[in-house]
């Protein structure tokens, strides 16, 4: 990933100073990232074997410090580092230690036909597709200090370095690659909620995105998002909030809310605005999916190896979910859910397919439901399962805790959930996550049973708020109340500056954006309603189980591209 990050840096709309429309055809960097932790979670390596070697061949490779180096004799192997060159330059010599468990994936590595694949973790910088094995029929003395080899005694070198031809070849024609197409089409037709950009310094970086899901009037609701990149500058925070997408936003407040707190504790705002304190994150001693698979390795790091709840279970049950247990402290009473997630660019993609089946009665559809109660347009959500759904194992059996809303699929956020735990008996806790088949991605999931400690928490308003027209907007988004700031076009912007003050000694801070507003899409489709398919979505799990089909329909098309062409030229 470092490097992906570093290739990433030079294409950024920051750097390219263009909006999210104006990328060609429309393709967002963020769903470009999306696209490459999902390639480079199984990674494909070449092989290069050097037989025989010579002296010079041997000096160039052990001079490459980026490289990881394994000495191979007989059927041992160790990590050999801090090698050095002789003075004649016919001796090697370095030191034996154990080899790290990120470089052993070549001994079950599988030989297919596109190249050597193996399993890999992003978030390791040292990737095993950047290794040097060196073979001889020396034996090695692992006791000693340093172990010096002559070059003569060295069978073969092999160089293994990333096959990127291999690696895309590969993800084509797969379900992988009806992800990427899903991304690719997203990003070209997304409406999402309003997006924010924070300054970190010299440059304004993406956030995430506002109020997820409240495309109506009704749905207006509070959203509190962890700004972790924002950097003051000269004593100020700055922000901004654009429209970038089909649709029409009103943003009804836009605040900071800044809490001071110890520096060995973290603290994240919960989805009603509580403080909750983070000192001990436990993760699960067990995680499992609909199907039994083993889920630790996708949930006890945030590393962007995520669960997509994507199994597909052959019982008819269009809903997917998984089970977390807890080793459960002495005497606890209550604990902290903490989850890092985002939401999935093919929900973003069914639920685009789902207003297209109104077709041409879409605005007069959008017009009705701006009627509709808050909560009945609430629960239609939770009956098809968009929320992730969160519910406890009691005696009594499963129980609903909360759930929680959508945040869009171009940025995970950290969220967390205070469980009360009065009704489990036992030492252990299982938690089980809920939604529509592949609605959600979940990269880190852990628990917290220590008490909230006291912290300081601050309410600012901002200061100035300048929109493209370099008109002061302050006061529409310092109160909730009637007024609004009202962004109906692509290309409204506007930036806000906060004040900002330093922490006091032995502690650190931690800023979100509390937000409020509602956006609503634009739309023009031409095509016929269909009547019949919409009676369908009244009932219970109708829009989960349409989502699904789309899903099959998806990986059972021969060219899953040609879908990335006919999007681009109705667009």
Known sequence: MEKINKLLQHFSPEKMKVSFKSLV??????????????????????????????????????????????????????????ITLS????EITGVLEPIRSNHLYYLNAKKKSGGHLYKSNPAKT??????????????????????????????????????????????????????????IIVAATKSSCPF?????????????????????????????????????????????????????????????????????????????????????????FRAESDTH???????????????????????????????????????????????????????????????EEFGIYYNRFAEKQKKEPAARLTQWGLEQQIPLSVYLETEAGWKLVDYLNTIGPLASRDMIL??????????EINIRLECGFMFWELDYAAMDFTENIQVQVSHIKPLLALDELNHDVASLIAETDDSYLIQPEIGNVVT?????????????????????????????????????????????????????EKYHEFISSQDLFAAVLTQHHEN
């Open 87 to 90: 003075d004649s330059g016919k």
């Open 126 to 183: 040292d990737l095993p597709i950047h290794e040097i094995h060196i073979f001889t029929f020396r034996n090695l003395d692992e006791s000693a200090a340093e172990v010096t080899v002559p070059i003569t005694d060295i069978i073969k070198l092999q160089v293994y370095d990333p096959d990127i031809g291999a690696q895309v070849g590969a993800i084509v024609g797969t379900v992988a690659g009806v992800l990427v197409v899903v991304a």
């Open 293 to 355: 698979s083993d889920l630790m390795d996708k949930i006890c790091l945030k590393d962007s190896t995520s669960y997509l709840f994507d199994e597909d279970v052959e019982d008819g049950k269009d809903l997917s979910s998984l089970v977390m247990s807890f080793r459960r402290p002495a005497n606890a009473r209550s604990g902290k859910l903490i989850l890092n997630a985002k939401n999935s660019c093919w929900l973003d993609y069914a639920y685009g397919k789902f207003n």
């Open 496 to 548: 806000i500056r906060y004040a900002a003050a330093k922490p006091d000694d032995g502690n650190t801070q931690t800023v979100f954006l509390h937000s409020r507003g509602y956006y609503e899409y634009i739309r023009d489709y031409q095509n016929i309603p269909n009547v019949m398919k919409l009676k369908s979505f009244r009932e219970e799990g109708s829009f989960t189980h349409f989502s699904k």
């Open 196 to 284: 924010v950009y924070t300054s970190a310094g010299d440059a304004y970086k993406f956030a995430g995105e506002m109020f997820g899901g409240a495309i109506y009037p009704a749905l207006e609701r509070d959203d509190y998002m962890p700004l972790p990149n924002l950097i003051p500058r000269e004593e100020y925070f700055s922000l901004k909030i654009s429209n970038e997408l089909l649709e029409r936003q009103y943003t009804n407040l836009a605040n900071l809310v800044v809490v001071q707190h110890p520096k060995n504790s973290k603290v994240i705002l919960d989805k009603y605005g509580e403080t909750q304190t983070i000192k001990v994150p436990v993760s699960p």
């Open 25 to 82: 055809p429309g393709i967002s960097i963020m769903i470009l990232v999306a696209f490459l932790n999902l390639l480079f979670n199984c990674s494909y390596y070449k092989v290069r074997t050097i037989d025989p070697p010579t002296n010079a061949s041997v000096t160039e490779q052990v001079k490459n410090r980026e490289k990881y180096i394994i000495i191979h004799s007989g059927e041992k192997a160790w990590h050999y580092k801090d």
């Open 418 to 427: 205070s469980i009360d735990l009065s009704q489990v008996k036992g030492d």
